[in-house]
C-alpha cells in the first residue's frame, strides 16, 4: 500500500509553454500533499504545500502564479509550471500524507517516482 | 527554524562492510520524528528507517540501523553488510509531531566498492 504515481515521468517542452504534472495516490486518501524540486545531486526542495480543497501553501521566494498547484480531490494534486523557461528544468517529486485506514505511518510522506522537465 | 545537517557529501565502504552516515539536527521541539530516506540512480524515494523522538530505544530495519543521540540531537545510520544495491544519495530528514513539513539534510552518496 501508500503508492504515489506521477504523470508524466519524463517532459521536454519549448520555452513559454505550460506543462502539468499529475500526482495521485493510488490506494489511500491524501490529505496533504507536496511538491518538490531538485537539482542534480541536491536535496530536495519544498516548493508548497497543499491540501485537498484548499489553496496551496507556497515556500518562500517559489512564484505561485509560475507555479500553479491545484488539489482538487483526495487523489490527485497538479502541478503546471506555467511559462515554462530552461532555468524551470529540473527534477519534480510530489508526496502525499493522509489517514491510511489500518495503517499507523500517518506521519510519513510517501514519495511519487519524480518527473524529469527539460525545457528547451 | 529546525535544520539538519548531514555532513559527509560523499562515502564509500567495501562491499560486505559496515558504514555510518552521519546527520545532526537543530530543534527546540520534543516531540518529533526522524527519517533516513534512500534515492537510488531511478530517483525514487525510498524510506529506509524512522525514529520516534520519544522512544529511547534505537530503530532497526533488518542491515540498517540507526544511533538516536537525543540530547546531541544526533542521528547516525549504520548499514551493516553493505551491498552493491546500497549505492544510492541519502537523506536525513525531520518532522515535528504533527506538523506538515519534512526538513532534508543535504545528503549523502554512498558508493559501494565491490
Known amino acids: 500500500g501508500a503508492v504515489v504515481s506521477q504523470h508524466p515521468s519524463w517532459v521536454i517542452c519549448k520555452s513559454g509553454t505550460s506543462v502539468k504534472i499529475e500526482c495521485r495516490s493510488l490506494?489511500?486518501?491524501?490529505?496533504?500533499m507536496f511538491w518538490y524540486r531538485q537539482f542534480p545531486k541536491q536535496s530536495l526542495m519544498l516548493m508548497a504545500t497543499?491540501?485537498?480543497?484548499?489553496?496551496?501553501?507556497?515556500e518562500q521566494g517559489v512564484e505561485k502564479d509560475k507555479f500553479l498547484i491545484n488539489h482538487a480531490s483526495l487523489t490527485l494534486s497538479t502541478l503546471t509550471v506555467t511559462s515554462a523557461h530552461p532555468e524551470d528544468s529540473s527534477f519534480y517529486i510530489c508526496?502525499?500524507?493522509?489517514?491510511?485506514?489500518?495503517?499507523?505511518?500517518?506521519?510519513?510522506?510517501?514519495f511519487g517516482p519524480g518527473t524529469r522537465l527539460t525545457v528547451l | 527554524a529546525q535544520t539538519v545537517t548531514q555532513s559527509q557529501p560523499e562515502m564509500s565502504v567495501q562491499e560486505a562492510e559496515t558504514v555510518t552516515l552521519s546527520c545532526t539536527y537543530d530543534?527546540?521541539?520534543?516531540?518529533?520524528?526522524l527519517f533516513w530516506y534512500k534515492q537510488p540512480p531511478s530517483r525514487q524515494m525510498i524510506l529506509v528507517i524512522r525514529?520516534?523522538?520519544?522512544?529511547?530505544q534505537n530503530a532497526t530495519e533488518n542491515r540498517f540501523s540507526v544511533n538516536f543521540q537525543k540530547a546531541a540531537k544526533s542521528f547516525s545510520l549504520k548499514i551493516s553488510d553493505s551491498q552493491l544495491g546500497d549505492a544510492a544519495m541519502y537523506f536525513c530528514?525531520?518532522?515535528?509531531?504533527?506538523?506538515?513539513?519534512?526538513?532534508f539534510g543535504a545528503g549523502t552518496i554512498l558508493r559501494v566498492k565491490s
Open positions: 508526496s502525499a500524507r493522509g489517514g491510511l485506514a489500518g495503517v499507523a505511518h500517518y506521519n510519513e510522506q510517501f
Open positions: 490506494d489511500f486518501q491524501a490529505t496533504t
Open positions: 497543499s491540501n485537498e480543497g484548499s489553496k496551496a501553501t507556497y
Open positions: 530543534t527546540s521541539e520534543s516531540d518529533y520524528y
Open positions: 525514529q520516534e523522538a520519544y522512544k529511547q
Open positions: 530528514a525531520y518532522k515535528v509531531e504533527y506538523g506538515n513539513k519534512l526538513v
